[in-house]
């Protein structure tokens, strides 16, 4: 029989002592890097680590939304829910767990408009974003372009799956590699590494911090089919309106109804105070009515 895993529950009492206390003497990977993804097969620690840096920056004050929810004491993440709501983030840092199940690399999509807004503004908004996935190439293409570092995860020391009743069994520890991508061709994986660590998992201060067992949250559209994930039926584009410029940062629609130009009305030509206007109502309203004129008429 397989072993069913513990149902989480968020560290407490002497618990959140130990992690603060890691977390103090913790040395953060990516620094201050905007944009970071982090890769490695499944069960390595991938989380671990996005969540480790996701609490050094909620130890120092600044606010991490988060699609894995990150506590520890009175240090919590804000839970992303929908990708709209990453058009108000101000100076925060976005956690973005399993980028491919948001986006995935083979979509003939781009990135969605939200997480391209983010991106694109994000010096402005004072914004730095985490993302991960199993491997580089996993990552949509738009997103690789604009990573500036990724970390990558391996295990090491993995207990024996043949002799216990694990499906997912935890590694002793993990050797961590820090790539640079700048200037990566899309074709080619980082080989310049900027840093070398090997991370003992539980020693590690998200050690407990976040369920690792949480099912990974769906936001945004994953399927560029257009097809419901859940119930197979199809999903339609959002709307173009005003509202939906405005939370993107764009100018508003053209609309015919009101940018248009409008047609000259009789009225309005009646009424102006030009005199030549005035002399040429009667000889355009019949000209439009085919009436003849004869030259006496005129």
Same mark, same amino acid.
């Given at each position: 029989?397989?072993? !069913?895993?513990?149902?989480? =529950? ?5 618990? !959140?002592? !130990?992690? @603060? ?33 996701? @609490? $050094?920056? /909620?130890?120092? +004050?600044?606010? =991490? ?22 058009? &108000? ?20 999509? #781009? ?39 990724? =970390? ?22 993990? $050797? ?17 590494? /900027? ?22 949250? $769906? =936001?945004?559209?994953?399927?560029? #089919? ?14 173009? #309106?005003?509202?939906?410029? +405005? @939370?993107?940062? @764009? ?34 309203? &019949? ?12």
């Amino acid at each position: 029989m397989f072993e !069913v895993p513990v149902e989480w =529950v968020p560290p407490e009492g002497e618990r !959140v002592e !130990v992690l @603060l206390k890691r977390l103090r003497g913790y040395s953060p990977l990516l620094g201050n890097v905007p944009i970071a993804g982090v890769t490695g097969a499944n069960g390595g620690g991938k989380s671990l680590v996005l969540v480790a840096e996701a @609490l $050094f920056d /909620l130890a120092h +004050g600044r606010d =991490v939304w988060s699609t894995v929810d990150v506590v520890l004491g009175d240090l919590r993440s804000r839970r992303i829910e929908s990708l709209s709501q990453l058009l &108000a983030v101000h100076n925060a840092t976005v956690v973005l767990d399993e980028i491919a199940t948001i986006l995935p690399s083979g979509s003939a999509q #781009s990135l969605p408009a939200e997480i391209r807004v983010l991106v694109q503004a994000a010096r402005h908004r004072n914004v730095t974003l985490r993302w991960s996935a199993p491997a580089w190439g996993r990552a949509v293409i738009d997103l690789r372009q604009v990573t500036q570092a990724v =970390v990558n995860v391996q295990p090491m020391g993995r207990r024996n799956v043949f002799k216990r009743a694990e499906l997912w069994p935890e590694p002793l520890c993990s $050797f961590v590699r820090v790539w640079d991508t700048i200037g990566v061709k899309l074709d080619s994986t980082p080989d310049k590494i /900027l840093r070398r660590r090997l991370l003992r998992l539980r020693a590690c201060p998200s050690w407990g911090a976040y369920d690792t067992h949480a099912d990974v949250p $769906f =936001v945004g559209f994953p399927d560029s #089919s257009g097809v419901c994930i859940d119930c197979g039926g199809s999903r339609t584009r959002p709307k173009c #309106s005003d509202d939906r410029h +405005g @939370l993107l940062g @764009l100018s508003l629609p053209y609309s015919l109804e009101r940018d248009a130009p409008r047609a000259p009305h009789v009225d309005d030509i009646g009424e102006s105070t030009s005199p030549v206007a005035g002399h040429a109502l009667p000889e355009s309203l &019949a000209i439009a009515g085919g009436v003849e004129r004869t030259a006496g008429d005129r």
